[in-house]
């Protein structure tokens, strides 16, 4: 049981958008910033999104990230085939001397 | 470019203790949080834990009384020691760095499997 939830499945089909919800507490999310991760089959993951909805050097604007109160969500339209993946959600806790959660991901199907 | 390459034994035996060495390359190790995550197969991301060249730790409270972080800055190393595993703690680990301008994962190693067996 992952601290962060996240639905464990979306889809899509090529050139839609999709969003996927990260839904938290006042410990985490409430308190503390969101950062979205990508992650394929057999590589490292990849930061996506940091600090709610920033976008590093060579992510697509595609993507965007949002946060209000203990919830997050991300983003993604124009959807692409490549953009089939995991995607997770991460945010730090305060609570119990403070430590990183995830949410238990989200695999997303381009159909 | 910081790269990060973790090593260590990819089988071991249920109560022994993980040990794995994640080297840094392309950047020093002093400064920045540096961190262990693991992802057992089928399953998601679980963050174990980090610490700061200056000395502070943050661990998962699940796996606290089981989990130690060291680093050798000689050698632009650190380590992970996870003690008493079970089969429970097989999966994919990762050693990953956090942003310069922020305090996510910007940097990740490959991930090593590591498969806990009696």
């Known amino acids: 049981q992952s601290v962060l939830t996240q639905p464990p499945s979306a889809s899509g089909t090529p050139g839609q958008r999709v969003t996927i919800s990260c839904s938290g507490s006042?410990?985490?999310?409430?308190?503390?910033?969101v950062h979205w991760y990508q992650h394929l089959p057999g590589t490292a993951p990849k930061v996506l999104i940091y600090?709610?909805?920033v976008r590093p050097s060579g992510v697509p604007d595609r993507f965007s990230g949002s946060k209000s109160g203990t919830s997050a969500s991300l983003a993604i339209s124009g959807l692409q085939s490549e953009d089939e993946a995991d995607y997770y959600c991460?945010?730090?806790?305060?609570?119990?001397?403070?430590?990183?959660?995830f949410g238990g991901g989200t695999k997303l199907t381009v159909l | 470019q910081v790269q990060l390459q973790e090593s260590g034994p990819g089988l071991i035996k249920t109560s022994a203790t993980l040990s794995l060495t994640c080297t840094v390359s392309?950047?020093?190790?002093?400064?920045?949080?540096w961190n262990w995550i693991r992802q057992p197969a089928g399953k998601g991301l679980e963050w174990i834990g980090r610490f700061h060249t200056s000395g502070s730790t943050n661990y998962n409270p699940s796996l606290k009384s089981r989990v130690t972080m060291s680093v050798d800055t000689s050698k632009n190393q650190f380590s992970l020691k996870l003690t008493s595993v079970t089969a429970a703690d097989t999966a994919v680990y990762y050693c990953?760095?956090?942003?310069?301008?922020?305090?996510?994962?910007?940097?990740w190693g490959q991930g090593t499997l590591v498969t806990v067996s009696s």
């Open positions: 006042s410990s985490n999310i409430g308190s503390n910033t």
């Open positions: 392309g950047g020093s190790i002093s400064s920045y949080f």
């Open positions: 991460a945010s730090w806790d305060d609570s119990l001397n403070g430590h990183w959660v």
């Open positions: 600090s709610n909805n």
């Open positions: 990953a760095r956090d942003g310069t301008y922020s305090s996510s994962f910007a940097y």
